[in-house]
C-alpha cells in the first residue's frame, strides 16, 4: 500500500489519541483540585498518586456541604458518595468560618461539574471524529479512489486489496468496469484463479461484456483448458461477441459425401482444419476423444440406414461443432439398358450399342425373342445387326445380382446383295457366340481355339448356303466340332449333317 495511505491512517489515529489524553488530563486536573485547598493536598492525599493520563473517577460531594438549591442543581452529586472529616463538622456558633468552607465548597463543585462537562464533550468529539474517519475509510468512494490511483501507479497488489472492497459495495457490485480493472490487477500481480474468478462474475451481471469474453478466452487457450474453451465458444459463436472468439473456433469436418439416400454402397471420407483430427460414431453417441478415431481411410457405409456424428479436436482440446449425417442405402436395380439404334428397318452391317452399363455392372441379350438372364450371352461390346427380322432382349445386372427391366429391339435387317463367305463367317461366330459355342470369334468355350474351315458351296433344302467346319485345337490336336451352313440371301445359320451331296439342314 502507498506511503501517502499509511500517512492519513497515521495522523487521524494520532489526533484521536491527543483528544483522549487532553480530556483525562482536564479531568485529572480537576480532580486534584477540588481534594486541595490553598495548594496543600487535603484528606492526606498526595499529587504524585495522580496517574495522568488515564480516565479518574469524578469525585462526588455529599449533599450534607450543600443546604440550599445549590445541591437540587447538581445532579453528579449523590447521597452517599461523602463522608464527613473532623475537619468538617464546625460548631454552629462559629457562622463565619462555617459559611466560609460553605462558599469554598460550592466554588469547587462548580468547578468539578465544568471539568466533567468538557471531558465529556472532548470524548463525544473523540468518538465522532474517530468515527467519521472510519466511516470514510469504510466508503465504497474511498477503496475505489485509493484503488484506482494504486492502480495507475503500477501498485497492482495493493490496488486489488482496495477495489475488491469496493467491488463488494453495492455500487460496487454492478460498477463492471471497476471489476474489469480488478481483473487486470490479479492478472498482473500473477493471481490467475482470482482472475477468472472476477470474469466470471463480470460475465454473471452481463453476459455479453465483451472485454471479459476475450480475457476469458485467452487464459483458457494460454492454459490449454479446451474444454472450458470449447464451452465459451459453444456460448458465443453465434452471439454479439462472436468476433472475440472466432480465432479459436475448429470447424465441423467435412464428409466426402452428402447424407441422404443412395442405391449402392458408398465410401465416406472426412477432412479437417490442420491440426486437429477427427472422431465419429455410428452408434448415436457424442464423439468425443474415446470415440473412435478416423485415420484417412475410407468408412464403407452398406445396405440399410447408418447414423455417423463426428466432431474434430485441435491440439489443446477445443471441439467442433458435432456433425450428424445419416446415409439410407437400399440396392436399387440398376436403369434399364440404352440400346442404340431403336427397332426398325436396316441394311446389313449395322452395328447394336449399349450406352449405359455403371460400373460392376454387367450386360446380357439373347435374339431369340427370350428374357435373358446372367446366363445368357455377355455383351462385351458392339456387335453387328442380325439378318433378317430378329428380336434382340437385353438386361443390366448389378453386383448385388438385381436385373434391370428388359428392353427390346425388333431389327429387320433386308439383305439387298448375297452373303460372302467372309460376311457368312461372320454371322456363323456372332451366332456361336450368341449360343455360349464359343467364348469370342476364335476361342471356344472351354477355352481351346477355334479355327473355322470353308467346306463348299451347296443347295440344302432349296437354300443356297456356305457349308463351314467348326474345328478345335487343343494341346496340339485338331477335332471337328461341327458342321453349319449359312444361308447366302438372309444369312440365317444350320446346322448340317451328312456329305456332300447328302446335306441336310436344321435352323440354328
Same mark, same amino acid.
Given at each position: 500500500?502507498? &506511503?501517502?495511505?499509511?500517512?492519513?491512517?497515521?495522523?487521524?489515529?494520532?489526533?484521536?489519541?491527543?483528544?483522549?489524553?487532553?480530556?483525562?488530563?482536564?479531568?485529572?486536573?480537576?480532580?486534584?483540585?477540588?481534594?486541595?485547598?490553598?495548594?496543600?493536598?487535603?484528606?492526606?492525599?498526595?499529587? !504524585?498518586?495522580?496517574?495522568?493520563?488515564?480516565?479518574?473517577?469524578?469525585?462526588?460531594? #455529599?449533599? $450534607? =456541604?450543600?443546604?440550599?438549591? $445549590?445541591?437540587? +442543581?447538581? #445532579?453528579?452529586?449523590?447521597?452517599?458518595?461523602?463522608?464527613?472529616?473532623? *475537619?468538617?463538622?464546625?460548631?454552629?456558633?462559629?457562622?463565619?468560618?462555617?459559611?466560609?468552607?460553605?462558599?469554598?465548597?460550592?466554588?469547587?463543585?462548580?468547578?468539578?461539574?465544568? @471539568?466533567?462537562?468538557?471531558?465529556?464533550?472532548?470524548?463525544?468529539?473523540?468518538?465522532?471524529?474517530?468515527?467519521?474517519?472510519?466511516?470514510?475509510?469504510?466508503?465504497?468512494?474511498?477503496?475505489?479512489?485509493?484503488?484506482?490511483?494504486?492502480?495507475?501507479?503500477?501498485?497492482?497488489?495493493?490496488?486489488?486489496?482496495?477495489?475488491?472492497?469496493?467491488?463488494?459495495?453495492?455500487?460496487?457490485?454492478?460498477?463492471?468496469?471497476?471489476?474489469?480493472?480488478?481483473?487486470?490487477?490479479?492478472?498482473?500481480?500473477?493471481?490467475?484463479?482470482?482472475?477468472?474468478?472476477?470474469?466470471?462474475?463480470?460475465?454473471?451481471?452481463?453476459?455479453?461484456?465483451?472485454?471479459?469474453?476475450?480475457?476469458?478466452?485467452?487464459?483458457?487457450?494460454?492454459?490449454?483448458?479446451?474444454?472450458?474453451?470449447?464451452?465459451?465458444?459453444?456460448?458465443?459463436?453465434?452471439?454479439?461477441?462472436?468476433?472475440?472468439?472466432?480465432?479459436?473456433?475448429?470447424?465441423?469436418?467435412?464428409?466426402?459425401?452428402? /447424407?441422404?439416400?443412395?442405391?449402392?454402397?458408398?465410401?465416406?471420407?472426412?477432412?479437417?482444419?490442420?491440426? @486437429?483430427?477427427?472422431?465419429?460414431?455410428? &452408434?448415436?453417441?457424442?464423439?468425443?476423444?474415446?470415440?473412435? =478415431?478416423?485415420?484417412?481411410?475410407?468408412?464403407?457405409?452398406?445396405?440399410?440406414?447408418?447414423?455417423?456424428?463426428?466432431? @474434430?479436436?485441435?491440439?489443446?482440446?477445443?471441439?467442433?461443432?458435432?456433425? +450428424?449425417?445419416?446415409?439410407?442405402?437400399?440396392?436399387? /436395380?440398376?436403369?434399364?439398358?440404352?440400346?442404340?439404334?431403336?427397332?426398325?428397318?436396316?441394311?446389313?452391317?449395322?452395328?447394336?450399342?449399349?450406352?449405359?452399363?455403371?460400373?460392376?455392372?454387367?450386360?446380357?441379350?439373347?435374339?431369340?425373342?427370350?428374357?435373358?438372364?446372367?446366363?445368357?450371352?455377355?455383351?462385351?461390346?458392339?456387335?453387328?445387326?442380325?439378318?433378317? !427380322?430378329?428380336?434382340?432382349?437385353?438386361?443390366?445386372?448389378?453386383?448385388?445380382?438385381?436385373?434391370? #427391366?428388359?428392353?427390346?429391339?425388333?431389327? !429387320?435387317?433386308?439383305?439387298?446383295?448375297?452373303?460372302?463367305?467372309?460376311?457368312?463367317?461372320?454371322? =456363323?461366330?456372332?451366332?456361336?457366340?450368341?449360343?455360349?459355342?464359343?467364348?469370342?470369334?476364335?476361342?471356344? @468355350?472351354?477355352?481351346?481355339?477355334?479355327?473355322?474351315?470353308? *467346306?463348299?458351296? /451347296?443347295?440344302?433344302?432349296?437354300?443356297?448356303?456356305?457349308?463351314?467346319?467348326?474345328?478345335?485345337?487343343?494341346?496340339?490336336?485338331?477335332?471337328? /466340332?461341327? =458342321?453349319?451352313?449359312?444361308?447366302?440371301?438372309?444369312?440365317?445359320?444350320?446346322?448340317?449333317?451328312?456329305?456332300?451331296?447328302?446335306?441336310?439342314?436344321?435352323?440354328?
Amino acid at each position: 500500500m502507498s &506511503d501517502d495511505f499509511n500517512k492519513d491512517t497515521s495522523l487521524e489515529d494520532e489526533i484521536a489519541k491527543s483528544l483522549q489524553k487532553m480530556a483525562e488530563e482536564e479531568t485529572t486536573v480537576a480532580k486534584a483540585f477540588v481534594g486541595t485547598e490553598n495548594g496543600v493536598v487535603e484528606k492526606k492525599q498526595n499529587v !504524585n498518586d495522580i496517574d495522568y493520563g488515564k480516565t479518574q473517577v469524578v469525585p462526588t460531594i #455529599p449533599k $450534607e =456541604l450543600l443546604k440550599d438549591d $445549590e445541591y437540587e +442543581e447538581n #445532579p453528579l452529586l449523590e447521597d452517599d458518595d461523602y463522608s464527613e472529616t473532623e *475537619e468538617d463538622k464546625i460548631p454552629e456558633a462559629d457562622g463565619n468560618i462555617s459559611a466560609k468552607k460553605k462558599n469554598d465548597k460550592k466554588k469547587k463543585i462548580i468547578i468539578v461539574s465544568v @471539568a466533567a462537562t468538557v471531558a465529556v464533550i472532548a470524548i463525544i468529539t473523540i468518538i465522532i471524529v474517530v468515527s467519521a474517519s472510519k466511516k470514510k475509510k469504510q466508503s465504497y468512494d474511498y477503496y475505489y479512489n485509493q484503488g484506482m490511483k494504486l492502480y495507475e501507479e503500477g501498485n497492482y497488489g495493493d490496488a486489488a486489496g482496495m477495489l475488491s472492497k469496493a467491488s463488494k459495495d453495492a455500487k460496487g457490485k454492478k460498477n463492471l468496469d471497476l471489476k474489469y480493472t480488478l481483473f487486470k490487477c490479479y492478472e498482473s500481480s500473477g493471481n490467475e484463479n482470482d482472475a477468472v474468478d472476477v470474469l466470471k462474475d463480470i460475465l454473471s451481471y452481463d453476459e455479453n461484456y465483451k472485454d471479459a469474453v476475450k480475457s476469458l478466452a485467452q487464459i483458457y487457450y494460454k492454459k490449454e483448458d479446451g474444454d472450458n474453451l470449447t464451452k465459451l465458444i459453444r456460448k458465443y459463436e453465434d452471439g454479439s461477441c462472436k468476433d472475440v472468439v472466432k480465432e479459436y473456433i475448429v470447424n465441423e469436418p467435412v464428409p466426402s459425401k452428402a /447424407a441422404g439416400s443412395y442405391d449402392d454402397n458408398i465410401e465416406l471420407k472426412f477432412t479437417c482444419d490442420t491440426g @486437429a483430427v477427427v472422431y465419429y460414431t455410428t &452408434d448415436g453417441s457424442e464423439p468425443g476423444k474415446k470415440s473412435d =478415431l478416423y485415420d484417412g481411410s475410407a468408412i464403407e457405409i452398406q445396405n440399410g440406414t447408418t447414423k455417423i456424428k463426428a466432431v @474434430a479436436i485441435n491440439s489443446i482440446g477445443v471441439s467442433s461443432n458435432v456433425v +450428424e449425417l445419416e446415409y439410407v442405402i437400399e440396392y436399387g /436395380a440398376p436403369a434399364a439398358p440404352d440400346v442404340t439404334p431403336v427397332s426398325g428397318k436396316y441394311s446389313e452391317g449395322e452395328k447394336v450399342v449399349i450406352n449405359n452399363i455403371p460400373d460392376k455392372c454387367k450386360a446380357y441379350y439373347t435374339i431369340d425373342g427370350s428374357t435373358p438372364t446372367a446366363a445368357s450371352t455377355e455383351y462385351t461390346g458392339e456387335f453387328t445387326m442380325p439378318s433378317g !427380322n430378329t428380336v434382340v432382349s437385353f438386361i443390366i445386372v448389378n453386383e448385388h445380382n438385381q436385373s434391370s #427391366p428388359v428392353v427390346k429391339r425388333n431389327y !429387320n435387317v433386308e439383305v439387298k446383295n448375297k452373303y460372302t463367305f467372309s460376311q457368312a463367317e461372320s454371322q =456363323l461366330k456372332n451366332t456361336l457366340i450368341a449360343k455360349k459355342v464359343l467364348k469370342s470369334e476364335n476361342i471356344a @468355350a472351354d477355352g481351346s481355339k477355334a479355327n473355322f474351315v470353308y *467346306e463348299t458351296k /451347296a443347295t440344302v433344302s432349296d437354300k443356297e448356303m456356305y457349308i463351314i467346319r467348326y474345328d478345335v485345337i487343343k494341346g496340339g490336336s485338331t477335332t471337328t /466340332a461341327g =458342321l453349319y451352313g449359312v444361308d447366302t440371301s438372309s444369312g440365317k445359320v444350320y446346322t448340317v449333317t451328312g456329305t456332300e451331296g447328302s446335306y441336310s439342314a436344321k435352323e440354328y
